[in-house]
């Protein structure tokens, strides 16, 4: 669903919202983008092309301030925007921007290797509750 540009565009939103570095992977070291494309892919045609408008939208509003597109922003400039944006005036920009923060979120943080790195192992729990389900005679 995404092309290049939006994927790269994806991938730097989240790198500014979740600022995974130095104790988490980096973003391109994620299947964030990928999960984030397949979303894309289940939602409703309506709902994708306003996800990708916000996108584009991301991309472009730094210009405002700071006089380039984010993704030519450094990261501690992304970060300034960003907070700028959260905490401006209209709560509906801070509504729209909590969304995309919120599915940035969703598809760093749901990835396996950062879950682990997190300490949460999702295939030790399904075999801790598959093992018990069995001990106690339940399907």
């Not at 669903?1 to 973003?27: G, K, Q, W």
């Not at 597109?69 to 501690?76: G, W």
């Not at 879950?115 to 106690?136: P, T």
Request: aromatic share 8%; charged share 35%; net charge positive.
């Amino acid at each position: 669903m995404l092309s290049r540009r939006e994927a790269s565009i994806f991938a730097c939103f989240t790198d500014t919202a979740v600022a995974p570095e130095p104790a988490l992977p980096p973003v391109r070291e994620t299947d964030a983008v990928a999960f984030f494309d397949d979303w894309l892919r289940r939602l409703p045609r309506v709902n994708r092309i306003a996800m990708r408008g916000l996108l584009w939208a991301a991309e472009m509003t730094p210009i405002v301030g700071f006089g380039r597109r984010l993704r030519r922003l450094d990261r501690e400039q992304r970060h300034e925007w960003l907070r700028d944006v959260e905490r401006g005036p209209l709560a509906e920009t801070r509504m729209i921007v909590k969304l995309l923060v919120s599915a940035a979120q969703l598809a760093y943080y749901g990835d396996d290797a950062v879950m682990l790195r997190l300490g949460y192992d999702a295939e030790a729990n399904k075999r801790r509750g598959d093992e018990l389900r069995r001990a106690e005679g339940r399907p």
